[in-house]
């Protein structure tokens, strides 16, 4: 139900008299348990002291957040509109620590021209937000905590970014165009929007017809932040291209997609430890912050929703092949490899249109080759947990 007074109310000090627009206060509160058993086989780059642990989470199903949209019809077939979306930790009450509106903050127009919108928007990886199409991918999306997680197969794009604009063409027989530019993030000695920054572009093509999706997708990122190799050249941009097809044919929903990219900074990220992300030998905490990168790769996953017993049966399966030459960006030469399987199944019971219990598990396995070394790591994660929408 629309909460509209209650928005306005919480909304009046930033947006002012709202007199002339509808502004609805939305949110999702999802807390609940994860059990994670990491096996590292020796393996330096799994945070080992995970072990076995079992801990309360926010957001497992979908990420805990509250959030304003505002919207004022300006005639002649024009809305201009706003979203400002913020995350936060239902387990501890703790707000994000990237800012207040860290899902998205951002103001758009809308016509017969299309839709151009500008400010904190999701990149084409993310399965949540205006501009985050990645949810054709998976039937579990970025994961259920992280249960069967589409990223955990993919190259390292960041989720968000600031600085972003947009621009979605009118609907043609069910095709829909976007165009994404990211001017990158302002930081010591980085200009946004100059060659310093870190920018990103995405374009995709969107199908939607009765039961059946498609999805393609490109996107870039301009590695200037990330230094040089050994030989002092600047590291090559990061691309990779998305394929994904969904299918309902009524009793159940299938996805299938395949993802390919090259120079990529990082490869297999996980929300349990930032180790995960073998290719960028990154500092837990921060993947993009690499000592070499530049892995290629390919991933394929797929997977079905069955609806079941007044709820949903979700299952995904995945393998990625992925390898990076560390000569190109360290003076010691070590070449890496990795395959992942990757394998979920979770059911989420719907109590009303607004209340969901979910459960799942993940398991893991991976193939680690680095020069002469071989490493078999697995991970194994259990999560439950109680989902409300407002």
């Excluded at 990886?125 to 259920?144: E, H, K, P, Q, V």
């Excluded at 360290?330 to 394998?343: H, I």
């Excluded at 020069?371 to 999560?383: H, N, R, T």
């Amino acid at each position: 139900m629309k909460k509209t007074l209650l928005g306005l109310a919480v909304a009046a000090a930033m947006v002012g008299s709202a007199s002339a627009a509808t502004v609805t206060l939305y949110g999702i509160v999802d807390t609940g348990f994860a059990y994670n058993n990491v096996e590292d086989d020796g393996f330096g780059k799994i945070n080992s002291s995970y072990g076995q642990s079992f801990e309360m989470a926010s957001g497992q199903s979908s990420g805990s957040r509250f959030g304003l949209k505002g919207v004022e019809e300006l005639g002649n077939g024009l809305t201009v509109g706003f979203i400002l979306e913020s995350g936060f930790s239902s387990d501890t009450g703790a707000m994000s620590s990237d800012g207040i509106f860290n899902r998205e903050s951002s103001i758009y127009l809308e016509g017969g021209f299309g839709k151009f919108g500008m400010g904190r928007l999701s990149t084409l990886a993310n399965d949540s937000g205006t501009t985050g199409l990645g949810g054709y991918f998976s039937s579990f999306g970025t994961g259920w905590g992280d249960v069967g997680v589409q990223s955990y197969i993919q190259a390292y794009r960041p989720t968000r970014m600031d600085n972003m604009v947009y621009y979605k063409t009118p609907n043609f027989a069910g095709v829909e165009v976007w165009v994404l530019y990211g001017m990158g993030d302002e930081a010591d000695g980085v200009e946004e929007n100059e060659s310093t920054a870190d920018r990103y572009y995405g374009a995709a093509v969107t199908y939607n017809n009765g039961g059946l999706s498609l999805y393609g997708a490109v996107d870039m990122i301009n590695k200037a932040t990330f230094g040089t190799n050994k030989h002092g050249d600047t590291k090559d941009d990061q691309i990779t291209v998305t394929a994904a097809v969904n299918y309902d044919c009524g009793f159940a929903k299938s996805y299938l997609g395949v993802h390919w990219f090259d120079n990529a900074m990082g490869v297999g990220g996980s929300d349990l430890s930032d180790t995960w992300t073998y290719m960028s030998n990154a500092p837990k905490g921060n993947p993009a912050v690499t000592g070499f990168g530049n892995a290629d790769g390919w991933s394929v996953m797929a997977g079905v929703d069955v609806p079941m017993g007044g709820g949903k049966l979700k299952t995904t399966m995945g393998y990625m092949d992925a390898s990076a030459d560390q000569e190109r960006d360290n003076a010691a030469s070590t070449d890496w490899d990795l395959k992942r399987f990757m394998v979920g199944a979770g059911y989420e019971y719907y109590l009303s249109k607004r209340t969901t219990i979910y459960a799942g598990a993940g398991y893991i396995s991976d193939n680690v080759d680095k020069g002469k070394e071989g490493y078999d790591p697995s991970w194994v994660q259990v999560v439950t947990g109680l989902k409300h929408k407002f």
